[in-house]
């Protein structure tokens, strides 16, 4: 079955330090892959989508993630994280043209001033 | 951008009611709309894909005669949770497919006592 692995569940950092999160999807063929982010009480935002080219994504708000294909991942990642950063993170795929999205189980990102 | 407008955001009914949640897309037509299903500190479970005009597609262990669907417009779609229980009490968020990919609403909060 399809599925969508986020590992990290939870992540704390400090202000500046580097984040990444990681994300694995089931099986190959072709793949859509998002990333979203959910702050406290809003709701769902896109950071940013492959969907081909560059395997290496700029989005929103300094992030950017980086499709490798041989290893079914497409990590998250920020050089230097904000307390603002401080939300809920979801990966999530669709395949072959579906427009069924799978998302991860997410991982809540705590910044500590 | 492509904007989808999600009622109630919150609502508590009682055991055995019926309750009907609203997804309008404001500045385009969604031909696709996706219900989730979010439980606390889970991630969002796609409970059925609905398409304007024909019946709506459920998930696997989505029981379609207690979660109606109606897709009548190509700006409306809404999901009724019938004789609603307890176990029913989650966040639903309703989701429309556009051009470069998603865009969801601000989610439904239902609490059934």
């Known amino acids: 079955a399809q599925s969508v692995s986020q590992h990290n569940h939870h992540v704390i950092l400090s202000e500046a330090a580097s984040l990444e999160l990681g994300c694995n999807y089931s099986y190959g063929g072709t793949v859509n892959l998002f990333w979203y982010v959910q702050y406290p009480g809003q709701h769902l935002q896109l950071l940013l989508k492959y969907f081909s080219g560059d395997p290496l994504v700029k989005g929103i708000k300094g992030f950017e993630a980086e499709f490798i294909k041989s290893k079914f991942s497409f990590n998250l990642r920020k050089p230097s994280v904000q307390w603002s950063d401080t939300a809920e993170y979801f990966c999530?795929?669709?395949?072959?043209?579906?427009?069924?999205?799978?998302f991860g189980s997410g991982t809540r990102l705590l910044v500590r001033p | 951008g492509a904007v989808v407008s999600q009622h109630p955001s919150w609502v508590i009914c009682k055991s055995g009611t019926s309750v009907k949640i609203e997804c309008r897309s404001l500045?385009?037509?969604?031909?696709?709309m996706f219900w989730y299903r979010q439980f606390p500190k889970q991630s969002l479970m796609l409970m059925a894909t609905s398409n304007e005009g024909s019946k709506a597609t459920y998930e696997q262990g989505v029981e379609k005669d207690k979660f109606l669907i109606n897709h009548a417009s190509l700006t409306l779609s809404t999901l009724t949770v019938t004789s609603a229980h307890p176990e029913d009490s989650s966040f639903y968020i309703c989701s429309a497919s556009v051009g470069y990919g998603y865009t969801f609403g601000s989610g439904t909060r239902l609490t059934v006592v």
């Open positions: 999530a795929v669709s395949w072959d043209s579906s427009y069924k999205l799978i």
């Open positions: 500045d385009f037509q969604a031909t696709t």
